[in-house]
């Protein structure tokens, strides 16, 4: 664990970062996981009860090089970077490997559907609990109830969340404990790992 500029950070590569998260899966408490570039940090600077979700996570992965740079600078010592989509597909492969089940929360329905069509044909194996597509809205209590009920009966060991940052930060805080799978703010990796949106060459 290492803080930078007051925000805690792991300072891992992707596959120290499969390990990490793989240790907390069992223990089915929520936990979450945000990946952070130089705006999320910033983020957290700036805003108190931001700063103090990111440091209530179970970890914070180096999404973008510049944390990345900047933890290296510092005297850690790993390879690239975690970026949310390359992050996924790898716990993916874990999770049909280690017969996991996998929710997807966020982003549109025709995205989902072409998500869960993508990683199947990657993952023909992939134990695919579910999908939820929730209005660009607040929630009502009701609706978030049944969310999170529908996510709980599923079986789902792994959450991923596509909500966009800070948003999906807030919702996987006020959500653990009440959700059991691990959960996993991925940011845009729905819409990469579809097409969607076109990823950046990783350096």
Wanted: charged share 25%.
């Amino acid at each position: 664990m290492f803080y930078l500029i007051g925000v805690k950070l792991f300072p891992v590569d992707l596959d120290k970062a499969v390990e990490v998260i793989a240790r907390s899966i069992p223990q089915r408490n929520g936990d979450y996981f945000c990946f952070t570039n130089i705006h999320v940090v910033m983020e957290g600077i700036k805003n108190k009860e931001y700063k103090t979700i990111l440091n209530e996570s179970a970890g914070n992965l180096p999404d973008g090089m510049g944390v990345a740079w900047a933890l290296k600078f510092l005297g850690n010592n790993f390879e690239g970077r975690v970026r949310g989509a390359d992050f996924m597909l790898k716990l993916c492969e874990y999770a049909e490997l280690n017969n996991l089940k996998v929710f997807f929360y966020g982003n549109t329905d025709e995205t989902l559907e072409a998500l869960k069509k993508k990683l199947k044909s990657m993952f023909p194996e992939l134990q695919i609990a579910g999908s939820i597509s929730p209005p660009f809205r607040p929630l009502t209590k009701e609706e978030d109830e049944t969310y999170v009920a529908h996510i709980n009966d599923s079986g789902a060991d792994i959450l991923f969340v596509s909500l966009g940052a800070p948003k999906q930060e807030y919702w996987m805080y006020e959500h653990k404990g009440r959700i059991k799978a691990i959960q996993l703010g991925v940011g845009a990796a729905f819409s990469f790992i579809t097409g969607k949106v076109k990823l950046s060459p990783s350096p």
